[in-house]
C-alpha cells in the first residue's frame, strides 16, 4: 500500500501519531493509499520550520523569490501530466479535467512571477514643507492554507505562490482524501531552488487544522470549503487574531432569459452542471427559466446530457468519472430519491447508476430535477455533485428577486442577446462574480475570486489583487530631512553653489 507523508523542511517526514486515513480509488472504491493524519506536534514543527525558514526569506531579494518562481513555473509546464494523474487516480475527475486544473493554478504562478510590480510603493513628496510620506507592503510571516478535495493541485496553488512571493512562508494542509497532487507541488518547489521550510504540506484532520487555527505563530488562514467550516474557520482564527479569507459554499444560479439562445445555454447547462462530476465550487446547480421557454430547454438539457459517457477518469473517452467517495455519492443520490416527494419532477434520475467492470467505484449518472421548489432541500443545500435543477418564473424581476433570496452568493451566470438585460442583471445581482453567456465566471489571475454572502467569510478574496493585500500588511512612513543649505558652515567638497 502507497504511503503519503508529510513534506516538511524540504524533505519527507514520516507520520508519527500512528493515525492514518485511507485514501481511495473512486473508479475501482478501493483503498490503495495511505495518509499520515498530524498530531498537534507535528503540526508544531511544520509551523516552526516555516518560522525558521522565515528569518531568511522574508527579507529576501524580489529577484531571488521570481528567479525561483520562474523555475518553478517551467517544472509545473514540464509535469503537467504526472500532476493531473495524481489528481485522477485520487479525486476521479478525467484527465482532460485534471490537466485543466493544473492549467488555472499556473495562471497563479504566473501572476507571483510578477509580483515586483504588484509590490511597488507609493510615495508622495512635500506634502508640507520639507516632508514625504512614503507607503511600503510587508509580509506577515507564516501563513497557511486549508485546501478542498475537489482541486487538489489548483486552490493550493491560488494560495501558495502568492503567499511566498510576497515573502511569507506556508504551512498546507490539504485535503486527507486526495494528498499526493499537493505533495508533489511541494517537491517540485523544492526542486526549483526553494528553501527548506518555506512550503511545508502537512496532511491531517480536525486534529491538524484546529491547531493551525490557534497556533500563535501563524499569522493568517485561507480556506476554502463548505460554508458551516468556512463560518468556523472565519470566527476560530479571528478570535485568535489571525487575518482570514474563508471560501464557503455556492448555490450558483443560470438565468435563461426567453431571447437566449437555447442550444448555447444547454450546452453551457450541462458542462456547467455536471463537469467534475458538479463537485465544482463554480458549477451550475440551478437553471432559473423565465417565460414560456422552460419545456423547451429541459428537452436539450436532456438531449446532451443522455450523450455523456462516464468511466473512469484515465479512459480517455470518458467525460465524467465517480464521486470522490462512496459516503459522498449516496449522500448526492439521496437529493435525487427524495425529489419527487418534495414537489419536483424527476427528469433524469442518475442513481443506481455503475460502469461496467468498474462496480464498486463511486459511479453516479446525472440527474436531472425539473418544477423544483425553492423550499425542497435539492434547492436549498449545496449538494456537489451532479445534480441540475430547473426552476421556472415569469419575468427577469421574479428570476432576480428568486436568485437574490438565496443565502449564497459565489457565482452566476445570465445568458441572453439582450445587452441592456446583461447590464441591469450584472449590477443588481448579489453575487461576487457574474458571467454574461458564460456558465463558469472564474476570473483569470490577475482578478480576484470570490463570492458574496455565505459563500465567503473575511474581507479578501482570493489570488490577484485581493490576495496580494492579503499576505502583505501596509507600512507607512513619514519622513523630514534638514535640507543642506541649512547645515553649519564648514568644509565643503561639493559643487560651488550658484546664488
Given at each position: 500500500m502507497k504511503t503519503v507523508n508529510h513534506w516538511i523542511g524540504g524533505k519527507t517526514v514520516e507520520g508519527a501519531s500512528g493515525n492514518w486515513g485511507p485514501v481511495t480509488d473512486p473508479a475501482t472504491g478501493a483503498p490503495d493509499t495511505r495518509v499520515a493524519l498530524a498530531s498537534v506536534e507535528e503540526v508544531d514543527a511544520a509551523v516552526a520550520s516555516a518560522k525558521a525558514a522565515y528569518a531568511t526569506w522574508g527579507t529576501s531579494s524580489l529577484s531571488t523569490r521570481?528567479?525561483?518562481?520562474?523555475?518553478?513555473?517551467?517544472?509545473?509546464?514540464?509535469?503537467?501530466?504526472?500532476?493531473?494523474?495524481?489528481?485522477?487516480?485520487?479525486?476521479?475527475?478525467?484527465?482532460?479535467?485534471?490537466?485543466?486544473?493544473?492549467?488555472?493554478?499556473?495562471?497563479?504562478?504566473?501572476?507571483?512571477?510578477?509580483?515586483?510590480?504588484?509590490?511597488?510603493g507609493e510615495l508622495s513628496t512635500q506634502?508640507?514643507?520639507?516632508?514625504?510620506?512614503?507607503?511600503?507592503?510587508?509580509?506577515?510571516?507564516?501563513?497557511?492554507?486549508?485546501t478542498p478535495?475537489?482541486?487538489?493541485?489548483?486552490?493550493?496553488?491560488?494560495?501558495?505562490?502568492?503567499?511566498?512571493?510576497?515573502?511569507?512562508?506556508?504551512?498546507l494542509k490539504p485535503s486527507e482524501k486526495d494528498p499526493s497532487a499537493s505533495l508533489r507541488l511541494a517537491q517540485l518547489a523544492t526542486e526549483a531552488g526553494l528553501p527548506d521550510g518555506v512550503l511545508n504540506v502537512l496532511h491531517g484532520d480536525k486534529v491538524a487544522v484546529d491547531r493551525l487555527l490557534e497556533h500563535p505563530d501563524v499569522a493568517a488562514i485561507s480556506f476554502v470549503g463548505s460554508t458551516p467550516i468556512a463560518r468556523h474557520i472565519h470566527a476560530t482564527a479571528s478570535v485568535n487574531g489571525k487575518r482570514v479569507q474563508a471560501l464557503g459554499g455556492a448555490k450558483n444560479h443560470m438565468l435563461v432569459?426567453?431571447?437566449?439562445?437555447?442550444?448555447?445555454?444547454?450546452?453551457?447547462?450541462?458542462?456547467?452542471?455536471?463537469?467534475?462530476?458538479?463537485?465544482?465550487?463554480?458549477?451550475?446547480?440551478?437553471?432559473?427559466?423565465?417565460?414560456?421557454?422552460?419545456?423547451?430547454?429541459?428537452?436539450?438539457?436532456?438531449?446532451?446530457?443522455?450523450?455523456?459517457?462516464?468511466?473512469?477518469?484515465?479512459?480517455?473517452?470518458?467525460?465524467?468519472?465517480?464521486?470522490?467517495?462512496?459516503?459522498h455519492r449516496d449522500k448526492v443520490a439521496s437529493y435525487v430519491t427524495g425529489a419527487a416527494a418534495q414537489g419536483s419532477t424527476v427528469v433524469l434520475d442518475g442513481t443506481g447508476y455503475t460502469v461496467e467492470g468498474f462496480e464498486n467505484g463511486h459511479w453516479i449518472g446525472l440527474s436531472l430535477l425539473d418544477h423544483v421548489p425553492t423550499d425542497s432541500d435539492a434547492y436549498r443545500d449545496e449538494i456537489f455533485g451532479p445534480v441540475l435543477c430547473?426552476?421556472?418564473?415569469?419575468?427577469?424581476?421574479?428570476?432576480?428577486?428568486?436568485?437574490?433570496?438565496?443565502?449564497?452568493?459565489?457565482?452566476?451566470?445570465?445568458?441572453?442577446?439582450?445587452?441592456?438585460?446583461?447590464?441591469?442583471?450584472?449590477?443588481?445581482?448579489?453575487?461576487?462574480?457574474?458571467?454574461v453567456n458564460v456558465p463558469i465566471p472564474v476570473p483569470v489571475g490577475y482578478h480576484s475570486f470570490g463570492g458574496w454572502k455565505d459563500s465567503l467569510f473575511g474581507d479578501?478574496?482570493?489570488?490577484?489583487?485581493?490576495?496580494?493585500?492579503?499576505?502583505?500588511?501596509?507600512?507607512?512612513?513619514?519622513?523630514?530631512?534638514?535640507?543642506?543649505?541649512?547645515?553649519?558652515?564648514?568644509?565643503?567638497?561639493g559643487f560651488p553653489r550658484n546664488n
Open positions: 521570481t528567479a525561483i518562481l520562474f523555475r518553478y513555473r517551467a517544472l509545473l509546464d514540464a509535469h503537467r501530466d504526472e500532476i493531473a494523474a495524481l489528481i485522477t487516480a485520487e479525486h476521479g475527475k478525467v484527465h482532460s479535467d485534471a490537466l485543466g486544473e493544473v492549467a488555472r493554478g499556473l495562471e497563479i504562478v504566473e501572476l507571483a512571477c510578477g509580483i515586483t510590480t504588484q509590490l511597488k506634502v508640507s514643507n520639507r516632508v514625504d510620506v512614503s507607503s511600503i507592503r510587508q509580509s506577515l510571516g507564516v501563513v497557511a492554507g486549508i478535495f475537489n482541486f487538489p493541485a489548483m486552490v493550493p496553488m491560488w494560495m501558495f505562490p502568492i503567499a511566498i512571493a510576497c515573502g511569507n512562508t506556508f504551512v432569459l426567453p431571447d437566449a439562445d437555447l442550444d448555447a445555454a444547454a450546452d453551457a447547462a450541462v458542462s456547467a452542471a455536471y463537469g467534475s462530476a458538479g463537485e465544482r465550487c463554480m458549477a451550475i446547480s440551478a437553471v432559473v427559466a423565465v417565460g414560456a421557454i422552460g419545456d423547451e430547454l429541459v428537452a436539450k438539457i436532456v438531449e446532451r446530457a443522455e450523450k455523456i459517457k462516464i468511466g473512469p477518469g484515465n479512459d480517455p473517452t470518458s467525460e465524467m468519472g465517480p464521486l470522490i467517495t462512496a459516503a430547473v426552476l421556472r418564473v415569469d419575468t427577469y424581476e421574479e428570476g432576480v428577486a428568486l436568485m437574490n433570496a438565496s443565502p449564497f452568493g459565489n457565482g452566476t451566470a445570465i445568458f441572453t442577446r439582450d445587452g441592456g438585460a446583461a447590464r441591469r442583471f450584472q449590477l443588481e445581482i448579489e453575487a461576487g462574480m457574474v458571467g479578501h478574496h482570493i489570488y490577484g489583487n485581493d490576495g496580494i493585500h492579503f499576505y502583505t500588511r501596509g507600512k507607512v512612513t513619514t519622513t523630514r530631512w534638514p535640507d543642506p543649505a541649512d547645515a553649519p558652515s564648514g568644509v565643503d567638497l
